[in-house]
């Protein structure tokens, strides 16, 4: 690749795939046609489809799967332990057979804002958009625009396919 990107033998690029410079790439996936921003992680066991845009500064750790032709803004970062510690119960920094990873999934077409924090085991559904910010707990349903912290359903995504969902207020 060029001198300023750091991309190990085991990831496989799709065809058409654009890298910015400063990136860390490891043992992910990386569908046809996706573009990558400058200074991304993404870790092993990663996987990002195709058609996507991954904005610069964003973190993307194992366990999370981004479907096909999402968006993914400037410095996001996903989250894939539920109980984080340095050290184990003998007081030894941890190793990977010391924890569990938590998987997070997005959906096709989904978009997820600048700045956001995506915990783990959560699924953000097709077409729904997260903005910039805000703090994904739980699953967001397909279709609707969340946002907050926690974020909260602000209201649907309307085309003449999407039936109005109920918000959380």
Same mark, same amino acid.
């Given at each position: 690749m060029n001198e300023f990107?750091?991309?190990?033998?085991?990831? $496989?690029?799709?065809?058409?795939?654009k890298l910015s410079k400063f990136i860390n790439l490891?043992?992910?996936?990386?569908?046809?046609?996706?573009?990558?921003?400058?200074?991304?992680e993404i870790q092993k066991n990663a996987k990002v489809g195709q058609n996507c845009k991954i904005s610069s500064h964003t973190f993307i750790c194992e366990g999370v799967t981004i479907e096909n032709d999402a968006f993914i803004g400037h410095g996001v970062t996903f989250i894939n332990d539920i109980?984080?510690?340095?050290?184990?119960?003998?007081?030894?920094l941890q190793t990977e057979s010391d924890w569990?990873?938590?998987?997070?999934?997005? $959906?096709?077409?989904?978009?997820?804002?600048?700045?956001?924090t995506i915990l783990s085991n959560v699924?953000?559904?097709?077409?729904?958009?997260v903005g910039a910010g805000s703090v994904v707990t739980r699953d967001v349903p397909p279709n609707v625009i969340v946002a907050g912290n926690p974020a909260r359903i602000l209201r649907a995504i309307k085309s003449e396919t999407t039936a109005?969902?109920?918000t959380n207020e």
């Amino acid at each position: 690749m060029n001198e300023f990107c750091s991309i190990t033998p085991d990831v $496989k690029l799709g065809k058409g795939v654009k890298l910015s410079k400063f990136i860390n790439l490891y043992g992910c996936e990386i569908g046809d046609n996706t573009k990558i921003g400058a200074f991304v992680e993404i870790q092993k066991n990663a996987k990002v489809g195709q058609n996507c845009k991954i904005s610069s500064h964003t973190f993307i750790c194992e366990g999370v799967t981004i479907e096909n032709d999402a968006f993914i803004g400037h410095g996001v970062t996903f989250i894939n332990d539920i109980y984080p510690r340095a050290t184990n119960s003998d007081g030894h920094l941890q190793t990977e057979s010391d924890w569990k990873v938590d998987r997070t999934l997005v $959906k096709k077409g989904a978009s997820v804002g600048s700045g956001a924090t995506i915990l783990s085991n959560v699924v953000i559904g097709e077409n729904a958009i997260v903005g910039a910010g805000s703090v994904v707990t739980r699953d967001v349903p397909p279709n609707v625009i969340v946002a907050g912290n926690p974020a909260r359903i602000l209201r649907a995504i309307k085309s003449e396919t999407t039936a109005e969902v109920r918000t959380n207020e």
